[in-house]
Structure formats: C-alpha cells, structure tokens
C-alpha cells in the first residue's frame, strides 16, 4: 500500500478531526504532499499541501492545518471547526498526483 490515510468519522458541525497519512514514497522528505477531498458528485479538489520544509497553502485558511513527520513518512491534516459542507472522502498524495489514490477516509460532518 503506498497511501494509507486514516481518522476519519462522523462528527457534529463545530467538533474536531487529525486525519493521518502513511506514505510509501521514495525521498518522502523532500516531496511536497497534498491533502484532497471528493464530495459525493463533486470533482476531487485540492485543501492543503505542504512541502518538504514544511511550507503550507490551504484551499480555506484558518480551519485546517497540515503537518509532516518526514522520520515517518507521514502527513496529517488536523481539521478543525468542521462544517457539514467538509464532508467527503479525504485523500493524500504527492501535489503531482503522482501516486495510485488509495481508499481515502470518510469524514462526515453532521449539522
């Protein structure tokens, strides 16, 4: 398994989530990752990448903050007042895409 994101759940509009992401990655600690999200019917679109130094762009500042562990091979996204409109399935890959998505995580945001 190359991406293996997980900590997904249900929770009400206003709470708190930490997703994590396992990556199998060569030279992980130098490439930029990203954070993605699909809604049902809706395209997967970009909400947070981080390059290797740490340097972050969010799709929506404020909310959600992503940080690496590069001796893990690890990104996470921690989400915070969540609104129902974040629900999706959350996804991490490299900003190129450059990897086979893997199952993602379901995040459901209830109002």
């Known amino acids: 398994v190359q991406l293996q994101a997980s900590g997904g759940g249900l929770v009400q509009a206003g709470g708190s989530l930490r997703l994590s992401c396992a990556a199998s990655?060569?030279?992980?600690?130098?490439?930029?990752m990203g954070w993605y999200r699909q809604a049902p019917g809706k395209q997967r679109e970009l909400v947070a990448s981080i390059t290797g130094s740490g340097d972050t762009i969010y799709l929506e500042s404020g909310r959600f903050a992503m940080s690496r562990d590069n001796a893990k091979n690890t990104v996470y996204l921690q989400m915070n007042s969540l609104k129902p409109e974040d629900t999706a399935v959350y996804y991490c890959?490299?900003?190129?895409?450059?990897?086979?998505w893997g199952q993602g995580t379901q995040v459901t945001v209830s109002s």
């Open positions: 890959n490299t900003v190129t895409r450059l990897l086979p």
């Open positions: 990655v060569r030279a992980f600690s130098i490439v930029a």
